[in-house]
C-alpha cells in the first residue's frame, strides 16, 4: 500500500559550508524519507530543511508519512525501496520495531539513516550501512531544569504561594519516547540538583500535540491546581499550555512559569513576548544538513562526514531565553 504524500524536485539552493559539493553527472540521487507523522512541527522542520539544503539539480527527495502506524511505515520504506531510492531516511514510528525496515534494507543493499528517533543500540549494530542522526535528549532535559533554575533565582516571587517548595507539571510527548523519558526525568532532577525543594503535582501525556496540552492545561486551569511551573516536553505543548491561559483570560504576570524544548518558530516567538521563560534549542538545521550530506555520500555524490562508533552524528543543544533568543528566531 503506498500512501504518497510529496515528491519534490530539488535544485541548487545552497552549498553546506564545510561540505564537498556533488560533482556534476547523470547520475540522479533519489533519497527517501519516511516520518512518523506529517503533523510533527520539528519533523516539519527537519525535512523542510533538507530540501531547502539540496545542492544539485541531479537530487530526488520523496516524502511519505505514516500518520503513526508502523505498519504503514514499513509498507512505505518497502516501497520506497521498490521506487528505486538510493538512500531512505527514516523516523520511526516505534524505535523498538526496526525488524521490518532494517530486513527489507539489507536484502536491497539500501543504507537507512534513521533520525530523531533513535533505534536501540542492538539494531544499529546489525549492519554496517545503519546510521543515527540526532541529539541527546538528557541534555535538553538539563538545559530546560538550568533554564527554570536560573529564573527563580532571579525571581523568588515565582513560588507564588511562598511554601518553598516548587510546585511542577510536566507535559509529556508520546508514551515509550526516549525523549519523553529522559527530558521529564533530566530536568526535575536538574532542579533538585540546584538546590531547589520540588514537589511534581503530575504529568499529562499530550503527545507532543498543542491542543492536547491546551486541553489538559484547561483542566488544570478549572481544578485550580496550584502550578508553579511547566516543563513542557516540546514547544507546541508549550505553546498549549500559553492558548490555555490566554483562553481563559489569565494575565502572563499571574501564569505559572512555562519552559519548552526544540527552539520552533512558536516557541522563540513566545519566549519573546515573555509567554515562555525559555526554551532549548534542537539544532533541526544541524541535523537536516548532517542527514543530507551522509546521504549524498551514501548514494556517491560526496565525502562522509565524521561518525562516531562508524554509526552516529550526534548534535548540541542550546539554551534559549529573552536574552538570545534573536538569535535563533
Not at 531510492?85 to 520511526?92: K, Y
Not at 549492519?127 to 527563580?152: K, N
Not at 511542577?168 to 515509550?176: A, I, K, M, R
Request: hydrophobic content about 40%; overall charge negative; glycine content about 8%.
Amino acid at each position: 500500500m503506498k500512501t504518497f504524500l510529496e515528491t519534490i524536485a530539488i535544485v541548487p539552493l545552497l552549498v553546506l559550508s564545510g561540505c564537498t559539493p556533488a560533482a556534476s553527472s547523470t547520475h540522479v540521487l533519489n533519497i527517501g524519507i519516511a516520518v512518523y507523522d506529517g503533523d510533527d512541527t520539528f519533523i516539519a522542520s527537519i525535512t523542510d530543511e533538507i530540501s531547502r539544503l539540496a545542492q544539485t539539480d541531479n537530487a530526488h527527495i520523496t516524502l511519505r508519512a505514516a500518520q503513526r502506524s508502523q505498519l504503514t511505515q514499513n509498507e512505505q520504506v518497502q516501497d520506497l525501496i521498490d521506487d528505486g531510492m538510493n538512500v531512505i531516511c527514516v523516523n520511526l514510528v516505534d524505535r523498538t520495531s526496526t525488524s521490518s525496515i532494517i530486513n527489507a534494507a539489507m536484502k536491497n543493499n539500501i543504507p537507512i539513516i534513521f533520525f530523531n528517533r533513535e533505534p536501540v543500540e542492538s539494531d544499529i549494530d546489525r549492519w554496517d550501512q545503519l546510521y543515527y542522526v540526532g541529539s541527546d535528549p538528557e541534555e535538553s532535559g538539563r538545559m530546560q531544569g538550568q533554564i527554570a533554575a536560573a529564573y527563580i533565582r532571579e525571581h523568588p516571587e515565582a513560588d507564588r504561594n511562598g511554601d518553598g517548595t516548587l510546585q511542577v507539571y510536566v507535559l509529556e510527548g508520546e508514551p515509550g519516547h526516549q525523549d519523553t523519558i529522559l527530558r521529564s526525568e533530566s530536568s526535575l532532577a536538574t532542579l533538585q540538583d540546584a538546590g531547589l525543594t520540588v514537589e511534581k503535582l503530575g504529568y499529562s501525556i499530550c503527545d507532543w500535540k498543542r491542543s492536547e496540552a491546551e486541553e489538559k492545561v484547561t483542566d488544570l486551569i478549572n481544578a485550580t491546581t496550584e502550578t508553579e511551573l511547566f516543563l513542557c516536553n516540546n514547544d507546541d505543548m508549550a505553546a498549549g499550555a500559553v492558548d490555555a491561559y490566554e483562553a481563559a483570560g489569565i494575565p502572563v504576570e499571574q501564569r505559572p512559569l512555562i519552559v519548552g524544548i526544540d527552539g520552533t518558530a512558536v516557541g522563540c516567538q513566545f519566549v519573546r513576548e515573555n509567554q515562555l521563560i525559555g526554551t532549548v534549542y534542537n539544532d533541526y538545521r544541524g541535523q537536516a544538513a548532517a542527514i543530507y550530506q551522509l546521504a549524498e555520500a551514501l548514494g556517491g555524490e560526496g565525502e562522509m562526514p565524521q561518525l562516531v562508533n562508524g554509526h552516529y552524528i550526534t548534535l548540541s543543544y542550546q539554551k534559549i531565553t529573552i536574552d538570545n533568543v534573536s538569535e535563533f528566531e
